[in-house]
């Protein structure tokens, strides 16, 4: 894959409990133009670009130094947007949404063709989170597309909880840095695959698997 390329970020400071639209437009304008942005959202610091146009998709990969084998996820503003991405949203599926989104859990699926596979690595399944951010909600609202995200960091890096840490990691190779000071919770989300109806714990972030499964009725894992 070939390497980053350098582009000149901007620090955009925002009130995380009262983000203005305006400060948060040209950010949004950058997501849907393909270019790529850093973001707080309730566990880490994203980044993200527009998942629809797979040269973006690329350029994050690029800028993190990802593996090409591991896939990005998409990120959604409301709960509902997953069934315009995921093939089968099944019962297990929606009771997790309708307890934890918005909220730090990531839940895999079957997806549709409209999925790029540069999203999803090649993969015919795409994890979608919905998180309980209101900056991370704004900014997909504001740009109109879902945006395909990773944690923003260099791969093997700890996940930046601050957008200092991220300035560390990404300054440079991302167009913007939104400062919403630090993320609440400051763990990745929980990883769940519901691609079939039995669920399967991916990752335990924030949210327990002991948790979710006694919500499921289901014996722990």
């Given at each position: 894959m070939a390497g980053f390329v350098p582009r000149?970020?901007?620090?955009?400071?925002?009130?995380?409990?009262n983000p203005k639209t305006e400060q948060l437009v040209p950010v949004a304008e950058a997501a849907w133009a393909g270019e790529l942005i850093v973001f707080p959202?309730?566990?880490?610091?994203?980044?993200?670009t527009n998942a629809m146009i797979p040269e973006a998709d690329l350029a994050i990969f690029a800028a993190k130094e990802r593996p090409a084998d591991k896939p990005l996820i998409l990120m959604i503003a409301n709960p509902a947007d997953a069934e315009r991405y995921a093939r089968v949203v099944n019962p297990v599926a929606k009771k997790l949404i309708e307890e934890y989104w918005p909220g730090p859990l990531t839940l895999?699926?079957?997806?549709?063709?409209?999925?790029?596979?540069?999203?999803?690595?090649?993969s015919e399944t795409v994890g979608i989170r919905c998180p309980d951010?209101?900056?991370?909600?704004?900014?997909?609202?504001?740009?109109?597309?879902?945006?395909?995200?990773?944690?923003?960091?260099?791969?093997d890096n700890p996940s930046p909880k601050t957008a200092?840490?991220?300035?560390?990691?990404?300054?440079?190779r991302v167009s913007y840095?939104?400062?919403?000071?630090?993320?609440?919770?400051?763990?990745?989300?929980?990883?769940?695959?519901?691609?079939?109806?039995?669920?399967k714990l991916i990752r335990e972030g924030f949210l327990s698997w002991k948790d979710l499964s006694a919500k499921l009725g289901l014996s722990k894992q």
């Amino acid at each position: 894959m070939a390497g980053f390329v350098p582009r000149e970020t901007k620090l955009v400071a925002i009130d995380p409990h009262n983000p203005k639209t305006e400060q948060l437009v040209p950010v949004a304008e950058a997501a849907w133009a393909g270019e790529l942005i850093v973001f707080p959202t309730d566990t880490v610091y994203g980044m993200g670009t527009n998942a629809m146009i797979p040269e973006a998709d690329l350029a994050i990969f690029a800028a993190k130094e990802r593996p090409a084998d591991k896939p990005l996820i998409l990120m959604i503003a409301n709960p509902a947007d997953a069934e315009r991405y995921a093939r089968v949203v099944n019962p297990v599926a929606k009771k997790l949404i309708e307890e934890y989104w918005p909220g730090p859990l990531t839940l895999i699926f079957k997806k549709k063709p409209i999925v790029p596979d540069e999203v999803t690595a090649g993969s015919e399944t795409v994890g979608i989170r919905c998180p309980d951010s209101l900056i991370s909600r704004m900014i997909i609202e504001l740009a109109g597309v879902v945006l395909a995200t990773t944690s923003a960091n260099i791969a093997d890096n700890p996940s930046p909880k601050t957008a200092d840490e991220a300035k560390e990691n990404l300054w440079g190779r991302v167009s913007y840095i939104v400062d919403g000071g630090t993320t609440e919770l400051g763990i990745e989300s929980t990883v769940v695959d519901v691609s079939s109806p039995e669920p399967k714990l991916i990752r335990e972030g924030f949210l327990s698997w002991k948790d979710l499964s006694a919500k499921l009725g289901l014996s722990k894992q």
